[in-house]
DNA sequence: TAGATTGTTAATCGATTAACAATC
DNA sequence: TAGATTGTTAATCGATTAACAATC
């Protein structure tokens, strides 16, 4: 199967979410506009989002809500656990672990790591924290893949490169700063102060526009 | 002028860090190209970008470093302050504060709201932390535009409720929650599962296209 | 049936990239 | 000049939306 586009592997993130609160709501099936409601997009989006991946409702009645969480889960969860570690426990480490934590059982955090002597050695829940210099060591032994990177803006760029080299596969930048890494890993960037700007921009633009009419 | 493509917007947030890092570094000029690489994108877009915004440089030895960043903040930066809250005040809430503390002097943190009694009334970071029973009467006397909401994803909607009919304009939104709210208010998902989701199923998806050859 | 809904093709829209003339 | 670079138009690519036949 060729890889489906990038905006529908979001949605279909986004809508088994949807799917699986409606299912503890006691629904069984969910039409194509109800779930475009719940996500603001259009119903025919979700439609196609939905051929995209090959299913098929039985007619009129929606899709079945169980079927369809099934058939988003073939898609998106790997075959295996897929192991992650946390590049720093600050603050943002510790939102983001506790976060992840027994929400997706296919993804799962299995190290996280700090430079800072006090934190290294704690079992935080119920991660054991390493020290950075171990980082090879630990990759390897527990086969991680996947690194969230939440170290401060200035040891960013050489924590990267220590990850690469260490061997990991993909990176969610969750730093200021533009990484760079070889092309064949997969660099996410989740960048919050961009994101920011972005609504100031928007919700300000939105003002000047609607103070002309 | 009329309204800059969604795109190139997040791009030049994102030109302007890189390009506040150069000066910093003593660079004075930059080439579209050096630009380009530490973005992992080409030239081409971002001559394209600038040619947006209307900058010209002054010919072949590249764009004025401190000129560029000029025109950047005249498009992105709100002429007067744009006031912010944090809603929930956790761990994820506490990483934002203190990520944005002082980055952006024309995106201001003024208050941050919890349920907590314990965080209620503490200055954090120099910032009030108010009980969210408060929320209208702050937002309103504080001059709020924007809110950066952390809270669990159980209180999310509802609070996304209360912070509307406060007259709030924009929402940045960090819970796994899909917010329903009135159209004329700028939301912006901001979504750490999808985003990780997104990573492992391009990383899976890699790894089985490079098996195959 | 009439009405509501799905699945799919074709058209549109928006963003990226290729191509290249102009500049220094 | 030759070479490097910019600014811009046209072509391409990818994603969304409109239109509509098929289904129940």
Redesign the interface.
């Known amino acids: 199967m060729k890889?489906l586009p990038?905006k529908t592997?979001?949605r279909l993130?986004?809508y088994r979410?949807?799917l699986h609160r409606c299912l503890d709501e006691g629904k069984t099936h969910i039409f194509s506009h109800e779930l475009a409601?719940?996500?603001?997009i259009t119903a025919v989006q979700v439609r196609r989002d939905i051929m995209f991946i090959g299913y098929a409702s039985q007619g009129r009645r929606g899709y079945d809500i169980r079927e369809l969480i099934g058939v988003i889960a073939g898609?998106?969860d790997?075959s295996d656990v897929?192991n992650?570690a946390v590049v720093g426990y600050?603050?943002?480490g510790?939102?983001?672990s506790?976060?992840?934590m027994n929400?997706?059982p296919?993804?799962k955090i299995v190290a996280v790591f700090d430079i800072d002597p006090k934190k290294i050695g704690a079992t935080a829940s119920a991660v054991d924290c390493f020290s950075v210099d171990r980082l090879r060591e630990i990759i390897t032994s527990r086969n991680i893949?996947?690194a969230?990177l939440t170290v401060p803006a200035d040891a960013a760029q050489q924590m990267a490169k220590a990850l690469v080299s260490s061997g990991i596969?993909?990176i969610?930048n969750f730093t200021?700063v533009?990484l760079?890494v070889p092309d064949?890993i997969?660099?996410?960037?989740?960048?919050?102060?961009?994101?920011?700007?972005?609504?100031?921009?928007?919700?300000?633009?939105?003002?000047r526009?609607s103070q002309l009419s």
Chains 1, 2 share one sequence.
Do not use: C, W
Not at 37 to 40: E, F, W
């Open positions: 890889s990038e592997i979001e993130s986004e979410r949807t409601g719940m996500h603001n898609i998106m790997p897929l992650l600050g603050n943002l510790k939102a983001i506790s976060y992840l929400k997706r296919k993804l893949n996947l969230l596969k993909g969610l200021t533009n760079s064949e997969y660099l996410e960037e989740y960048d919050m102060i961009t994101s920011l700007e972005k609504v100031a921009y928007f919700v300000k633009t939105a003002q526009l």
